[in-house]
Each structure stands twice: as structure tokens, then as C-alpha cells.
């Protein structure tokens, strides 16, 4: 056991112990009364005009058009998050989930050297819940935290999300930048923190930093490929020709420029789905944490090389063909861990991938809901504090679906390097288990 781990336990003892109201069901109520864009009829009319010129398109290039098209892509104009919309996440499940990964950053602040820089950077922040309870956790803990310089990073490219983080995060306490400036729009949060908005990670100033990215990855578009007698070819999609207005995979009959070069030598899985911007992405992390320090933590749907056909759609919480109705539905696939892994290189350290169950054991989570159990009298919040535990938790629900997976500076961990294997448990918040005695 690990004496960080009974630091943590200290700190969720000294969270509050009122419960946040804003539980999802609440926090949604309204949401019927957002408009949904409903037709999907101009993306799909573009998708066909364009394969009807140039030939069948790459599944990355359907999911890219689908979900990021400025016009009516699926992330630019829906409201796709709560009760309302296509899914709901961990942040808005329990107040706790947030919390955890609240002590987790300070955790990881600490354990690195307490940098009198600390920038909160968050890829995809959904509605702003998770920052929202991170930050009231920041709050809580300023006599660790002292007169550290915190500022907060978002990176969103969805204007109509941005303008709900802002709500959330700042009670609409911001201004937009002119111009083609990095920073689109800025502020202070609720607690007194400044706030930026980025459409890139680059865009970010340099400096230590923690990442979290909370399903940002199942949804970067991927590529699919299948083994073949001919060797490996990419699935594309193209025009049904019995229905012209739909769509459907085909298999390339010859090989692609992804299928030649995104294919690791020692694959021996059958289909394989490659996602060579999240590599970009999880490169420039590695790049900054190894330059600058910090650390990032990934949570998502996802394996660690094993699974195959993962591609999969999703409106309104119920599973939908990937390809009707494209911009109308979320599309994903699971996070393959591995790929990551080889893509952040030798100059950090990876943890993980381990459940989510795992890590938010690890993490005090039990602990945690007592505290909130024991202050909290009303039956009926009781009950949904257990319920909620139960979906984060349960192996059957999202205990074992998502995965926790963290790149590291190398020097973080640097002294345990000439350790022998099993002879102390890694000193890292979350991937080692709770000492609680």
C-alpha cells in the first residue's frame, strides 16, 4: 500500500459533505425544450455528390463529415449530452466521479513537485460538469493548493457546447475573442480561476499542465481495414446501388495508402480499426508532458489491442446503424490503448489501461459516498446517490466498459525504475490500490 493513496482518503474526508442537487436528472429537465436539428438530408446529399465524383470515402472521412461539419455536423449543431439528447456521462451520472478526478490532479500536482504553474486542461468538456466539480474540489483545497498559479484550458470545437461550459463553468462570465485569435473566448470561473477557450491543443500555452480527456477519443474518426487472402484492405463506404440515397462498407479492392502504412507488422487480428489522429493527438501530450511536466489522464470506451468491430452509433441512448442519418447520431468506437501506448513514445510513462471500477476504488470511492450518505436525510437523494455508485461501478454497466489510462513525465516515477517488479506498488493516485487502514 501507498501512503499518497492515505493522503487521498484525508482529502475526500475534507470535501464537503453536502450533496451537489444537480444530479443529471435535474440538470436535464429542460432539455425538451432545446431544438435538435432534424434533418440530415445536406450532409448525407454531400457525402453522395462527393463519392458519386471521387469514389468510395474512408470510414474516417464519413465519421469526420458526420460529426464535424460546420454546417450541420452532429458536435456543431446538437445538443447531444443528458437526458435529452444521445448519452449521458460518468460527470453527470455522480457528483463523485468528478470529485475523485479532482484529487487525483492535486494528487498528481503534488506528487510531481508542487509547480507554481498548474494549468486544468480539458479536451471535449462535454457541458463543463466534470471541470465544474474538479474546480469546486480545487476550491476546497486551497490551503494544499496555496498561492499556486491555476489557470483552466478548455478545447472545444463545438460552439453550442462552448456556450453551455461557459454557463456552467463562469455564470456566462465570458467575452469572445476577435479575430482568428488561438483563444476564442475567455473568462473567470465561478471560483475565481481565469478560463480559456481553444479549438487546438497547440494552442494551449506551454507550462505544466494535467490533461483529462473524458470520452474525447472514441469519437476521433477511425479507420477499418480487413484481412483479405490479397493481403489487409480498408473499409470504405459508398452509394447502395439498389437504394441510391443510402449508403453502405465495401472493401477496396486494392490496397489504400492508410491500409499500407497504418497496419502494425505483428497485427494478427482479422479487422482492425486505427485511429491515426488520436496518435497525433496523444504525441502532442506525450511532447508536453515530457518537455514541461504535468500529466494526463484518459477515460473512454476501449481494450488494449484485443477487440476488432467496435464502430458504432447512438441517438437518443439507443444504438443506431452508423450510417442513416449521418450529422443526426453520435458515432464511436472503442479506444485501443495499445495503439496509444506505442504512439506516446519513450520519453514518458504509461499507466493502465484499468477499469473504471478499479481506478475509482483505488480512488476512495467508497469512501466517499458514506461521507455524502451520512450528511445527506433525505430518502430519496440516498437512494440516488447509491444508484449512481452502482452505474459507475458495476462491472456490468460502466464499471468495466470505460478504461482509465495515464501518461506520466518520466521523472515522476523515476526513483521506482530499478525497483524489482511487485516489490512496491506504484506510487500513482488511482492505479494502485487504497491503503484506507
Not at 460529426?67 to 452532429?74: E, S
Not at 462498407?249 to 489522429?277: G, M
Not at 468506437?333 to 473504471?356: H, N, W
Request: aromatic fraction near 8%.
Amino acid at each position: 500500500m501507498i501512503s499518497i493513496s492515505m493522503r487521498t482518503l484525508l482529502w475526500l474526508k475534507r470535501l464537503m459533505p453536502e450533496v451537489r442537487w444537480t444530479m443529471w436528472q435535474n440538470r436535464f429537465c429542460s432539455d425538451s425544450s432545446i431544438q435538435r436539428l432534424e434533418s440530415n438530408s445536406s450532409i448525407r446529399k454531400h457525402l453522395i455528390s462527393k463519392i458519386t465524383a471521387t469514389g468510395p470515402i474512408s470510414v474516417a472521412e464519413y465519421m469526420r463529415e458526420a460529426l464535424t461539419n460546420p454546417v450541420a455536423g452532429y458536435y456543431v449543431k446538437n445538443d447531444m449530452l443528458g437526458a435529452g439528447g444521445d448519452f449521458i456521462t460518468s460527470p453527470e451520472i455522480s457528483q463523485i466521479f468528478g470529485e475523485l478526478l479532482g484529487v487525483w490532479c492535486v494528487s498528481e500536482w503534488m506528487a510531481a513537485g508542487k509547480s507554481n504553474m498548474f494549468q486544468l486542461v480539458e479536451l471535449g468538456p462535454g457541458r463543463g460538469s466534470l471541470a465544474s466539480d474538479i474546480l469546486r474540489v480545487f476550491s476546497q483545497l486551497k490551503t494544499v493548493l496555496g498561492e499556486t498559479d491555476i489557470s483552466v484550458h478548455l478545447v472545444e470545437v463545438s460552439p453550442k457546447l462552448s456556450q453551455f461550459q461557459a454557463e456552467c463553468l463562469t455564470g456566462d462570465n465570458t467575452q469572445p475573442s476577435d479575430g482568428d485569435q488561438p483563444v476564442y473566448r475567455s473568462g473567470t470561473t465561478r471560483t475565481g480561476l481565469p478560463i480559456y477557450w481553444y479549438r487546438r491543443i497547440e494552442d494551449i500555452p506551454r507550462g505544466f499542465s494535467v490533461f483529462l480527456a473524458h470520452e474525447f477519443f472514441d469519437a476521433i474518426p477511425i479507420h477499418k481495414f480487413q484481412r483479405t487472402e490479397k493481403g489487409w484492405r480498408e473499409v470504405m463506404v459508398d452509394i447502395d446501388p439498389e437504394s441510391p440515397d443510402k449508403l453502405r462498407f465495401v472493401v477496396s479492392h486494392s490496397p489504400t495508402l492508410a491500409s499500407s502504412i497504418l497496419i502494425q507488422k505483428d497485427e494478427n487480428r482479422q479487422h482492425v480499426e486505427v485511429c491515426p489522429e488520436g496518435g497525433v493527438i496523444v504525441q502532442k501530450l506525450a511532447n508536453r508532458i515530457a518537455e514541461d511536466g504535468g500529466a494526463a489522464l484518459i477515460v473512454d470506451y476501449g481494450h488494449d489491442g484485443t477487440k476488432t468491430d467496435t464502430f458504432r452509433g447512438f441517438k437518443g441512448h439507443q444504438l443506431h446503424n452508423v450510417l442513416d442519418a449521418p450529422g443526426m447520431a453520435d458515432l464511436t468506437a472503442d479506444v485501443d490503448f495499445s495503439y496509444l501506448r506505442k504512439m506516446t513514445g519513450t520519453e514518458v510513462t504509461c499507466l493502465g489501461p484499468i477499469t473504471q471500477r478499479s481506478f475509482l476504488k483505488n480512488m476512495g470511492i467508497d469512501s466517499r459516498l458514506q461521507v455524502l450518505l451520512r450528511n445527506c436525510p433525505d430518502p430519496s437523494t440516498r437512494a440516488q446517490l447509491v444508484h449512481s455508485y452502482d452505474m459507475l461501478i458495476n462491472p456490468d454497466k460502466m464499471g468495466h466498459r470505460f478504461q482509465f489510462f495515464s501518461v506520466l513525465n518520466r521523472g515522476r516515477l523515476a526513483q521506482y525504475r530499478g525497483m524489482q517488479k511487485n516489490t512496491a506498488p506504484l506510487p500513482v493516485a488511482g492505479f494502485a490500490e487504497l491503503d484506507i487502514q
